[in-house]
């Protein structure tokens, strides 16, 4: 193997090895990450917007003394989220539409939607 | 207040009670006596509350999403132990000897599993609303309705399953199980899903416009056969393959007995 080559194989690790690191900060990039907060026993915001097609992470914040359920039949989501922690739900992809939650130990109050457009 | 905590028991209830009815109702048939019921009820209680009074740990483990694995956990080993207990089930009703210590120790163990994730969450539910002392008697009374109708429900089904001739009751005590175990096997797979740690896909259909699982009917099917509006194709996989696992070992065990009825029938030469 003379020198030329291990200098092009050699290249064309590094290439393949940038490509990956590119593909994977797309995949990354991806997820977004939106923030709810929990206070009273309500959604804040009530109401959030989510791209088409695409998985998105939720953080729930609640800051409430009391653990909330979040509840939602037509994202098919359910988790307790414990009183002043927070908790992680990953939602998507999904067709474009409304899509309502609640809170399940406070459902007259905690209501919210999410919006996929 | 109080509407909201009887739907809220009422649906952790009624997935625990019809399991449960049904498993006591081929437990009778099987001739075991109700020590099991018992100690499941006991252990259930106790689990519940240790998982509940435990439950903000247990969110913290896997970088937040300990709660969807450990209840996947759960669900899956609801599922292998229900597996068991229908092949045991099948060679009872082969008329075969089957061993009463191992089956109340599955029985028992699904039980204690099934009243461990519903009854943690009644009792995060009970803490939470309790929070504010105006509450306090609505809640109770709307948990109180919510349990009576579960345990009703499950009341209704014992007596319809044991009210038929055995080998009937054994085919839809199988049967039941059997669309309650894949049920199991969707919901874990649902957790798991959420978590991130299964693929997410858009949903492969959407018959929410048909049969709502808000509706009464939806959540008796949710809890009976795990019905879901908008599966995705991996959820809708995996129950299928948790249909077919255990359909397909029953499908060996009769062809191994039919073959060694046959063997047996057979006139030996003298």
């Known amino acids: 193997m003379n020198a030329a080559m291990i200098n092009k194989t050699s290249f064309f690790i590094l290439r393949v090895t940038i490509i990956i ?8 990039a991806a997820t977004p990450v939106i923030d709810i907060e929990i206070r009273n026993h309500l959604f804040i915001p009530s109401e959030i917007v989510i791209p088409e097609n695409t998985k998105v992470k939720l953080v729930i914040h609640n800051h409430d003394e009391t653990d909330e359920e979040f509840e939602s039949y037509e994202l098919n989501r359910e988790k307790v989220i414990i009183g002043q922690r927070k908790g992680i739900i990953f939602i998507g992809p999904l ?3 409304e899509y309502p939650f609640f809170g399940e130990f406070f459902p007259k109050t905690a209501q919210g939607k999410v919006i996929v457009k | 207040m109080l509407l909201s905590s009887v739907i ?5 209830v009624l997935e625990a009670a019809l399991l449960f009815s049904v498993l006591i109702a081929l437990s009778k048939q099987m001739g075991l006596n109700s020590r099991w019921i018992i100690w499941s009820l006991l252990l259930g209680v106790l689990g519940a509350f240790t998982y509940g009074m435990n439950i903000n740990n247990v969110s913290e483990w896997f970088d937040g ?3 969807e694995v450990s209840n996947a956990l759960m669900q899956l080993t609801i599922y292998f132990m229900l597996v068991v207990f229908m092949l045991m089930l099948y060679h009872f009703s082969c008329k075969q000897k089957v061993s009463k210590f191992p089956l109340s120790l599955i029985m028992i163990m ?3 599993l099934a009243i461990t994730r519903e009854g943690a969450e009644i009792i995060l539910y009970f803490f939470s609303v309790t929070h504010s002392q105006n509450y306090y008697m609505a809640v109770l009374v709307g948990m109180t309705i919510g349990a009576s109708i579960g345990i009703s429900i499950g009341i209704l089904f014992y007596y319809l399953l044991s009210n ?12 039941l199980l059997l669309l309650v175990s894949a049920g199991m096997i969707s919901q874990a797979s649902l957790l798991l899903i959420q978590a991130d740690w299964l693929p997410s896909q858009l949903p492969l259909w959407d018959t929410s416009e048909l049969l ?3 509706s009464v009917t939806g959540q008796l099917l949710y809890a009976l056969l795990g019905y879901e509006a908008t599966p995705t ?4 996989g995996l129950y299928l393959l948790g249909l077919i696992f255990p359909i397909s070992i029953i499908m060996g065990l009769k062809f191994t007995y039919t073959r060694k009825k046959i063997l047996s029938d057979r006139p030996t030469k003298q």
């Open chain 2, 65 to 67: 999403v300990g709660q």
């Open chain 2, 212 to 214: 709502s699982e808000k």
């Open chain 1, 95 to 97: 067709p474009a539409g």
């Open chain 2, 110 to 112: 699904i039980i204690l």
């Open chain 2, 8 to 12: 809220i028991v009422l649906r952790e």
């Open chain 1, 21 to 28: 690191f590119i593909c994977q900060s797309i995949v990354y």
């Open chain 2, 164 to 175: 038929l001739k055995p080998e009937r009751s054994i085919f839809i005590g199988l049967v």
């Open chain 2, 233 to 236: 194709a991996i959820q809708a």
